[in-house]
C-alpha cells in the first residue's frame, strides 16, 4: 500500500536552501475567540515569538522571521532528507503545538498552522524577506486603520470604507485623528527576527596565565529590526 502515497518521494534538491513559510489557519477566528486587543495583542505576540525561538531550536534555520500569524524559516541544513511531505507536515504540527504550550489557554477550537516550501538562492534571500517585511507594514497600516474605523462606525461600514482605501488614504486618516505610524513600535511596522549572535566572552587561561577572549554564539529574539537590506543579512551571516 505504501506505492499508494501521494507525493511521499518528493524531495529537495540535495544542497539547496528554503524557505518554509507557516501560516495561521483561521486566526481571524481565533482572535475572536480569544478576545485579543486590537489592533495588536501583546500577549499573542509575546507567544509568537516563543513559537519562533522553539522552532529555531528543532530544525536550525539560519533566520525566522514572524509578523501578525505569519513565519518564514530560512533553512540551509535542510531536514527529514528533503522530504516535502515531512517537512511541511512535522514543521507546521511542532508550531501548532508550541503555541497551545505557550498559550496556556483552552481554546475553542485546536489551532493549526499550513505550511508551503519555497526553494532560494542566495540571491533571493533578500527579495523574499523585503516583500513579507512590506507586507507586514501594509498589516500594520490597515490593522490600525481598521481599528480606529471600528471605533467610529459599525463593523460592516468600517469594511466597507477600508476597502475603498489606498495605504497613503489610511496612513493619511491616522494621521489626521493624532494616529502617527512612526510612534507606533518597531516590532508592529517590521516583524520579530530569530538569528545567532555572537557574544564575548573573558576567561582566565591558567594554563598561559592570562586573560583570553573566545566568542559564544547564542539565539537572539529581535524586536527592533531594520528596514532589511544586504547589509543587514550579511552582517548576521545569513548571506555570505
Sequence with gaps: MKDYEVYSSLKIPKNSKIIVRLDGRSFHSLASDLNLEKPYDENFYQVMSKVCEDLFEEFSPLFVYAFSDEISLLLENV???GRVEKINSVIASFAASSFVMHYNTQ???PPAFDSRIIPVS???ILKYFKWRQDESWRNCVNSHGIS???SKYSNSEAN????GMSQSDVHELLFKNGINLNDVETYKKRGIGIYRKN???VGFNKKE???QTSYRSYVYTDWQL???SEEFFREIEVIK
Excluded: E, G, Q, S
Excluded at 160 to 163: A, F, G, L, T, V
Design 199 to 201: 557574544k564575548k566572552v
Design 148 to 150: 480606529y474605523l471600528k
Design 160 to 163: 466597507d470604507k477600508i476597502n
Design 122 to 124: 542566495d540571491d533571493d
Design 209 to 211: 596565565n592570562r586573560n
Design 79 to 81: 531536514p527529514f532528507d
Design 107 to 109: 481554546f475553542k477550537k
Design 226 to 228: 531594520p528596514i532589511f
